[in-house]
C-alpha cells in the first residue's frame, strides 16, 4: 500500500472514531443509556433519614431536668434519709422548664404553707424554692430557684398534645419511693380521659399510660419518643393504669406563673 493509500486510510478511521463519539453524545444527552426499570438507579440518592433515638438516649437526654421535690410543713424537720411513711415530708418529682429557674411538679406534693426544697442530681446539695403557681384544679404547680443555687439548668421540650396518638412510646422519669431518675416505658393507652383533682374538679384530656408509676413519680415528665413532654405524672391506679396531665394544660399554667408569680391556695 503505497502512502497516499495510508493516509487516506488514516483520515477515515479518525473519521469514524470521530463520528462515533458525536453520536454517542446524542445518546447520552437523550437518556439513551439510562437504567431501564428493572435496572439500578441513575444516581445514589445522599439524603440520609435522621435516626430515630433510642430509650436510652432519650433518658440520658432528659434525666438532667428531672428533679426531686420535698415539701414539708412548719415545724417538721428536714429529712436526713430515704422517703417514710411517717416523715412529714411530701416527696415527688419535677422537671425544668426554663433557664430563669421555673420547675413543674404536682400541687398535692406542694399543697399547704411550708418548705419547699429541690435537689437537682443524686448526691447534690437541696436548693430552697419559692412556689409561684398553685392550681388545685388541674393539680399543677410551679416552683422557682434561684439561678445562682442551681447553675446547671436543663429544660425538657415540652411537645403537643394534639400529636399524641394512642399507641405511641411514653416514657416516665421520677423518683419512685425516692429511688432519684427512675425510668419506666410503656406506650399511650388512651386519650381523652378524666379525672379528679385534689379541689374535686374533673381534670380533662388526661393521657393515660401502662407505664410504671409508684409514689414518688407524681410531677414527673411523661416523655414521648423523641424526649417532648406529653404530661406530667400525677395518679396511679395501679395494674398498668396510670394518668398525666395533658401537656397543652402545663402549657397554661407555666404561661400563667411567669404572668402572674402568686401561689393559688
Partial sequence: MGGADRASLRAGIIGALLAAGAVSALFLAAGAFEDGP???PAAASTTTTPATPSVGDVYRRARLGVVLIDH???????????????????????????????????QHIVAGRGTTTVQFGPG????????????????????????SRAPRLAPLPLG?????????PALAI????????????GVVSALGRRITAPDGTRIRDVVQT??????????GPLLDGAGRVIGVMTQGRGSGIAFAVPVDT????????????????
Fill in 38 to 40: 428493572d435496572g439500578p
Fill in 72 to 106: 414539708r410543713p412548719p415545724g417538721v424537720r428536714p429529712r436526713t434519709g430515704a422517703p417514710t411513711r411517717d416523715d412529714g415530708v411530701a416527696t415527688g418529682t419535677g422537671f425544668v422548664v426554663d433557664r430563669a429557674g421555673h420547675v413543674v411538679t404536682n
Fill in 124 to 147: 447534690e446539695k437541696r436548693a430552697r424554692a419559692t412556689v409561684v403557681r398553685r392550681d388545685a384544679s388541674t393539680d399543677l404547680a410551679v416552683v422557682r430557684v434561684d439561678r
Fill in 160 to 168: 403537643d398534645s394534639d400529636s399524641v396518638g394512642v399507641g405511641d
Fill in 174 to 185: 421520677g423518683n419512685p419511693f425516692g429511688l432519684e431518675r427512675s425510668l419506666s416505658v
Fill in 210 to 219: 401502662d407505664a410504671a408509676i409508684n409514689p414518688g413519680n407524681s410531677g
Fill in 250 to 265: 402545663v402549657r397554661r399554667v407555666v404561661r400563667d406563673a411567669r404572668r402572674r408569680p402568686r401561689p393559688e391556695r
